[in-house]
């Protein structure tokens, strides 16, 4: 179940939006145990919904993604998944890096007709995106972005850097 994701309401549904961040957070303190530390502090951080704060994933750019493939023992063919997302932040001040340790499973989607200017957005501003824990016990993390791009990573932990530039 989404509880802040664009697709779900209206834009003029303020009280709307109050109620579902407030299930929202409700949901996160009752999944807190089964959560990474990581995972949960990125979710629940003062400043990840907060659009005035520099941090804030809200109205980011994506300037780089990466799927990576390691070994994580001695024979070649065991190999994990990680996703590394550098975004350049609303205020263009600096660089929000999400680390997706373990990644089990991942959809990222862009659709194929974007018909308002400007046509060269790439996946468009960060709109919206919620931690969620997944029917597997992993960690969720859902991501909406203007252009209607959608991400849904899966994975073990999300680790979560801010650096100014």
């Not at 990125?42 to 994933?57: E, G, M, S």
């Not at 609303?90 to 990222?108: I, P, T």
Request: hydrophobic share 35%.
């Amino acid at each position: 179940m989404a509880f802040v994701l664009g697709k779900d309401f209206a834009d003029d549904e303020v009280a709307t939006l109050e109620s579902r961040f407030a299930a929202y957070y409700k949901y996160l303190e009752s999944v807190r145990g089964q959560l990474p530390p990581s995972a949960y502090s990125f979710a629940v951080a003062p400043w990840h919904y907060d659009p005035q704060d520099h941090r804030c994933p809200h109205d980011s750019w994506v300037d780089s993604l990466a799927i990576i493939e390691t070994p994580f023992d001695d024979h070649p063919a065991h190999r994990d998944i990680e996703i590394n997302v550098q975004l350049l932040g609303a205020y263009h001040d600096g660089h929000l890096e999400l680390s997706y340790k373990k990644v089990r499973s991942y959809q990222m989607e862009t659709p194929p007709d974007y018909r308002m200017p400007p046509l060269n957005v790439g996946h468009g501003d960060w709109l919206s995106d919620e931690v969620r824990l997944s029917e597997r016990n992993l960690v969720l993390h859902e991501i909406e972005f203007t252009r209607g791009s959608r991400w849904i990573i899966e994975c073990q932990d999300i680790l979560c850097q801010w650096k100014p530039l």
